[in-house]
């Protein structure tokens, strides 16, 4: 195995003498074969450099996916599986026009956010095939305060919003900072699907009911929601007078065979106008640290009444690097999709062939990967481990338990409401060799069980 120690690492590290990330490289024992040094600067801004087979070594860098579990699990952590940020080193049109705007050195107030919003709505209006109106965009840090603005707006401490569960956590933590309750009507897992039951999503649409969060493509679970089931939603909520709130942040990232069907195109005005869509491409181009994001609708009532509970201070590099992702990042991004496919197939495959005890759902979107580990939690007894340990739940146990085993950090399925339990989620959004070392590092500990 080889140790990290290339010049390329050492000036970056050097850098970062202070830093949080330099501290945890040096407690992690770095020795991961796969992982290899980062493109020296002059790599990195040549515009050939869409290499998605070499590992793109993300340590150090004070990252949520790599550098937060070293906090908590020291050198037994290994291969972070979790967080839902993508591994692969970003298009060099980013970095090229970071460099640019850092040549000017002053850092006043932003001025104007007219062409980001031009890359907005030509991504939208050629890929998506969605008409925007400038207008009717409003420019957001991350589609977490947008959606904590629409239901400040719409929902009213006290009442409820209604989710398809299992779904992103971070869902039920606007719920909490708003102190409105979430109510799920869980999914059902028929045919190698997660379906909506019908009659349980309509039996929980009660008059309390202010808001549904509609999650499309779904994380965890991957569903890419098709026209039919979203205008059978739209419709249920406008007769109910539930305002819809579409998170489409993974919309880009949706596997062949499914076609993302915005919210906003339905066609149905009435439905659309009931609504208010959040998106970003920061999942697309992994810029989640940019804090850039936005939300729109049709509906000027609508829109008007979440403005006034949204305010954005916006970044100046974050305004830069999303324009120059969404203006000449299509290349690249056309070649990361067809490899997260791929890796879908290869874990898919995998599991299937080696860890015949861990059930893969079939993902239509996103880059994550859902994975029943029901029989191994029951094998190890991580119910009553968790009773034993003060665990939130089996799934932080089995969580704990395989970085102790093999190094390998997935999220808790518990996390993502009714539905989790036996669950975990895994990101498979990096260098196949890294997928597949994670995943023999996973076989070797689940084989001892
Ligand atoms: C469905 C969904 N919505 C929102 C977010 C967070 O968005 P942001 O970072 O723009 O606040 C995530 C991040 O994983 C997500 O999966």
New binding site residues.
């Given amino acids: 195995m080889a140790t990290i120690d290339s010049p390329a690492r050492r000036t970056f590290l050097g850098s970062m003498v202070k830093g949080a990330g330099a501290t945890a490289l040096a407690g992690a024992g770095l020795t991961t074969a796969s992982l290899q040094a980062a493109p020296a600067d002059s790599a990195r801004l040549r515009s050939d450099a869409f290499d998605l087979d070499t590992p793109y070594d993300r340590r150090g860098s004070n990252c949520s996916r790599w550098d937060s579990p070293v906090r908590r699990y020291g050198d037994k952590f290994r291969y972070g599986m979790g967080i ?1 940020s993508m591994d692969f080193q970003a298009p060099p049109c980013i970095a090229e026009a970071l460099a640019e705007r850092c040549e000017h050195e002053s850092w006043g107030y932003l001025s104007s956010t007219a062409g980001l919003k031009e890359g907005i709505i030509a991504w939208n209006g050629e890929r998506h095939g969605v008409d925007l109106n400038p207008a009717q965009i409003e420019i957001s840090a ?4 947008g959606i904590i603005a629409a239901l400040r707006t719409f929902v009213p401490a006290g009442t409820k919003v209604l989710m398809l569960s299992p779904i ?1 956590s ?1 869902f039920y933590y606007h719920c909490d900072h708003t102190r409105v309750d979430a109510v799920d009507s869980p999914l059902v897992f028929r045919g190698g699907r997660y379906e909506i039951d019908w009659q349980d999503l309509e039996s929980k649409m009660t008059p309390d009911v202010n808001a549904m969060i509609v ?1 499309n493509p779904q ?1 965890p679970t991957g569903n890419v929601w098709t026209e039919e089931e979203l205008l059978r939603i739209g419709r249920l909520c406008l007769d109910k007078r539930i305002v819809v709130l579409a ?1 489409e ?2 919309s880009d990232i949706v596997r062949p065979g499914h076609r993302y069907v915005p919210f906003a195109s339905l066609p149905d005005q009435a439905v659309v106008n009931n609504s208010v869509s959040f998106n ?1 491409i ?2 697309t181009f992994n810029l ?1 640290g940019m804090k850039n ?1 936005y939300f729109y609708s049709p509906n000027p009532v609508l829109m008007n009444r979440v403005k006034q509970n949204h305010r954005a201070d916006l970044n100046t590099l974050g305004v830069v690097a999303n324009e120059a992702a969404y203006k000449e990042g299509g290349e690249w991004f056309d070649r990361v999709l067809p490899y997260l496919h791929a890796n879908h197939e290869f874990t898919e495959n995998y599991l299937r062939e080696q860890l015949p005890m861990v059930g893969y759902t079939p993902a239509e979107g996103t880059f994550l990967a859902w994975l029943d580990f029901s029989s191994v939690l029951k094998a190890i007894n991580a119910k009553e481990m968790a009773a034993m340990h003060g665990l939130e739940s089996p799934e932080h146990y089995f969580q704990d338990w395989l970085v102790e085993h093999s190094g390998v950090l997935l999220n808790p399925g518990s996390n993502y409401g009714s539905g989790g339990a036996g669950h975990m989620r895994m990101n498979i959004a990096s260098a196949r060799v890294v997928v597949k070392e994670a995943l023999d590092a996973m076989a070797g500990a689940l084989r001892q069980v």
Avoid at 142 to 145: K, Q, R, T
């Fill in positions: 839902a991350g589609v977490y305060p992103y971070g999650c994380n998170d942040i993974h970003a920061s999942k989640a994001a």
